[in-house]
T-cell receptor, first 113, second 110 residues
């Protein structure tokens, strides 16, 4: 089955730690995205990548970093510089051709202890 | 800046009681409007894309419509399994991101 996988489902971080969230897709999509979801707010874009070895900051990139070394993978690192990292993190991908709809993974819930 | 406002924030329906959700948007050069369904603790599931005013799309008990300023998601004779949060997003021309509304949480009671 084609789709997007995210791991882990739940992640706990201590103050001052960096953590990395995994996102893998086998849809052969070129573009990949990371969003953050907080209660009562719309999804906010953290980073996006339209092609391997290239990525751009979204609206709330401070305290986060990404890499795109392979088409299938777009990991997100939440650094200690992110002051309020507790949130639900969603990865999405989009095909280069066809409609502009993005398809989402199941999400990772990050909690700071 | 793009603005997407969804109303109401929450909607409680009796099974079979039809209703509509609203998504108002302000965007220059709309390239597409998207509806997603999100169950608690899960990622959004794509429902529809609308591209131009007057367009309509249907899927089972859901029907999405689009005008120049807003979109409606009509739920006809809802069932408890239609309970979810419904998200609206817009895509602006010459941009690569979607702008999302905060969502409408629908609860359908049997």
């Amino acid at each position: 089955d084609g789709g997007i996988t995210q791991s882990p489902k739940y992640l706990f971080r201590k103050e001052g730690q960096n953590v990395t969230l995994s996102c893998e897709q086998n849809l052969n999509h070129d573009a990949m995205y990371w969003y953050r979801q907080d209660p009562g707010q719309g999804l906010r874009l953290i980073y996006y990548s339209q092609i391997v070895n290239d990525f751009q900051k979204g609206d709330i990139a401070e305290g986060y970093s990404v890499s795109r070394e392979k088409k299938e993978s777009f990991p997100l690192t939440v650094t200690s510089a992110q002051k309020n990292p507790t949130a639900f993190y969603l990865c999405a991908s989009k095909a280069e051709r066809g409609g502009n709809e993005q398809f989402f993974g199941p999400g990772t819930r990050l909690t700071v202890l | 800046e793009d603005q997407v406002t969804q109303s109401p924030e929450a909607l409680r329906l009796q099974e079979g009681e039809s209703s509509s959700l609203n998504c108002s948007y302000t965007v220059s050069g709309l390239r597409g409007l998207f509806w997603y369904r999100q169950d608690p603790g899960k990622g959004p599931e794509f429902l529809f894309t609308l591209y131009s005013a007057g367009e309509e799309k249907e899927k089972e008990r859901l029907k999405a419509t689009l005008t120049k300023k807003e979109s409606f998601l009509h739920i006809t004779a809802p069932k408890p399994e239609d309970s979810a949060t419904y998200l609206c997003a817009v895509h602006r021309s010459n941009d690569y991101k979607l702008s999302f509304g905060a969502g409408t949480t629908v609860t359908v009671r049997a």
